[in-house]
């Protein structure tokens, strides 16, 4: 049974806490359409060189990479630039002029390769005039204090394909860089710091085949006290490109040693921070709860100090696994998975013999899954339904999965644990050897093997002791029950008692006490058992002393009324078969 995964998730929160789920996916492979460009739209001309590039959103596509280039698969203008799931793309310095310009997008998946579509094109229109300047120089016009070791930044100008720089501490000079062509970037690292505490001008002139764009201002700023910047930082966990990241996990990041603090952005394109915009941390590590799941996000941490903010630092990624959760209800401020739970032990036995060793899943889910482990821990698949069998001793895995839907593609929630099997056997009572101890019997029971076994005297359900000795008994007929504890059956025995030995008191101490004052023969309690139809008494040198009948209270020590010494007397009884049993016993006072 499929589910409809209908979940909404709440805003991401940052906690100051540590939580890691480790929670696994499998995405089936789905046969996928590739898009259509929607803006320039595949065979387009005359198509502006700042141009947005966008195509058709495909179901079930958890992100895009996109290549241009200048031949049909060509990345020479731009190499596979992962855009998660945004449908558009803006390059930043333009897209060069009257040039036939290939778009490959590749769509992204987690747990299933990757499918380049075909490429498709555009032509871009020639220029026809000079650029305009560009915007948004930085550092800012007019700023002030800032540090000796900033880069050199400008906004992109429309039609231009490459930009010359001047930096000088003078309106119009030019003796920190004169009139460099930088080529078609948008920054410029001085390959030394800037003076200290001097006034620094900028200018930027924006060109193309046409020309030099015209009246570019010159922009000033001032910079501070030398002080060293950090440097840049990169991330722990995830790495980066890292995929199948738990949807609430810790990012960690490099500790710089002279940074005072870390400004971080998230996004789920490259140009967005629409997760986490300019946060200020002061550890190199924060958790996030409840990203969403499918989805490739985009980081960027900037550290600072009380010098400024680290330059040129790079934006990384990383991609969520599938929807499985856990998800942060703010509700109830629980975590929710959609994982099987499972209530399979951790030891099971198998009954040596038995023909039907099948197991069957004690869990409620859409599918299972039986591994056996040989000793190097390697898996081998013996099930994929709710039963197995299973025959020899070993460590195996159970698995239990639902099915879930989202956007047309199916994936899996799975938990599993392993457990062991054990092997156990029936038992076989292989003798019960009886003891008499003055007037009681003990048993001391064995088996045909060695096992788990436990043991019980008259009754099957119990008590049950651990031990396979019974002391202190009756001089009765008594059954023996041995179970096996891992439920691999009950063996019974019943255990009579022989009047050649058994039945007859080796002593007595007729002194008055109330216990033990008579000798009698102890009849077995099943009805029809008491065969002794009388019982002689003699003395050691064969003179009688005295005759009892089974049903009397038996023989007091005494003869004529006068209590005989203590001593060994005999007895003779005769069975109601005419057998004659006969031993001796101990009077003692």
Not at 57 to 81: C, F, K, M, Q, W
Not at 148 to 164: L, R, V
Not at 254 to 283: C, M, Q, W
Not at 517 to 526: A, K, L, N, T, V
Request: proline fraction near 6%.
């Amino acid at each position: 049974m499929k589910k409809n995964w209908d979940i909404k998730l709440p805003r991401v929160l940052v906690l100051p806490i540590f939580f890691i789920a480790l929670l696994f996916g499998t995405l089936e492979t789905l046969a996928q359409d590739c898009p259509s460009l929607v803006s320039p739209a595949d065979g387009t001309n005359m198509v502006s060189v700042d141009s947005s590039i966008s195509w058709e959103a495909v179901a079930g596509v958890p992100g895009y990479i996109i290549s241009l280039g200048t031949t049909i698969g060509g990345n020479d203008i731009l190499n596979e630039r992962n855009v998660g799931a945004s449908t558009n793309y803006i390059s930043p310095t333009g897209l060069p002029e009257n040039t036939e310009i290939f778009v490959t997008i590749t769509l992204f998946f987690f747990n299933q390769p990757n499918i380049v579509c075909e490429s498709q094109s555009f032509t871009t229109a020639a220029l026809s005039e000079v650029p305009d300047c560009s915007p948004n120089i930085s550092p800012a016009d007019t700023a002030n204090d800032i540090n000796t070791a900033t880069n050199i930044i400008w906004g992109a100008a429309p039609g231009a394909s490459g930009y010359y720089l001047t930096i000088g501490t003078t309106l119009n000079g030019s003796e920190i860089l004169n009139n460099a062509d930088v080529q078609n970037t948008l920054s410029y690292n001085p390959s030394i710091d800037l003076p200290a505490e001097t006034d620094i001008y900028i200018t930027v002139i924006p060109y193309n085949r046409i020309g030099l764009a015209t009246g570019c201002s010159t922009t000033i700023f001032t910079t501070a006290a030398a002080a060293e910047l950090p440097l840049c930082t990169s991330m722990v966990s995830p790495v980066n490109g890292e995929t199948n990241v738990p949807l609430s996990p810790t990012l960690e990041w490099n500790e710089i040693a002279n940074a005072t603090g870390y400004r971080v952005s998230i996004g789920t394109s490259p140009f967005e921070t629409n997760i986490l915009e300019n946060a200020i941390l002061f550890k190199a590590s924060t958790t996030i709860i409840d990203f969403e799941p499918n989805r490739t996000f985009f980081i960027t941490i900037i550290p600072f100090n009380e010098a400024g903010e680290a330059i040129g630092c790079t934006q990384e990624t990383f991609s969520t696994i599938l929807g499985c959760g856990p998800y942060y209800d703010p509700v109830s401020g629980e975590l929710l998975v959609l994982n099987p739970s499972l209530t399979f032990p951790d030891t099971i036995s198998l009954c040596r013999g038995n023909t039907s060793d099948t197991i069957t899943a004690p869990d409620e889910a859409d599918g299972y899954r039986w591994y056996k482990l040989d000793g190097r821990g390697n898996e081998t698949l013996i099930s994929s339904t709710a039963n197995v069998s299973i025959t020899e001793e070993g460590d195996y895995i159970y698995e239990a999965y639902d099915i879930f839907e989202d956007s047309g593609r199916s994936f899996e929630c799975s938990s599993s644990k392993t457990f062991q099997a054990t092997i156990s056997q029936a038992p076989v009572i292989e003798n019960v050897d009886v003891q008499i101890s003055a007037n009681s019997l003990n048993y001391i029971i064995s088996t045909a093997a060695n096992g788990d076994y436990e043991y019980a005297l008259d009754n099957e359900n119990g008590p049950y002791q651990n031990s396979n000795q019974f002391n202190g008994i009756s001089f009765q007929n008594h059954t023996i029950f041995v179970r096996d504890k891992k439920g691999c059956g009950i063996a019974k025995r019943l255990v009579t008692q022989d009047l050649t030995v058994n039945g007859f008191p080796s002593f007595f101490t007729p002194n008055g006490d109330g216990i033990n004052d008579f000798w009698q023969f102890i009849p077995p309690i099943e009805t029809g058992e008491n065969n002794v139809s009388v019982i002689f008494i003699f003395d050691k040198f064969g003179s009688l002393l005295a005759q009892i009948a089974p049903n009397t209270d038996g023989w007091n020590g005494s003869f004529n009324g006068k209590s005989l010494p203590e001593s060994d007397y005999w007895f003779k009884a005769f069975s109601t078969n005419n057998k004659i049993i006969k031993g001796h016993f101990s009077l003692k006072r």
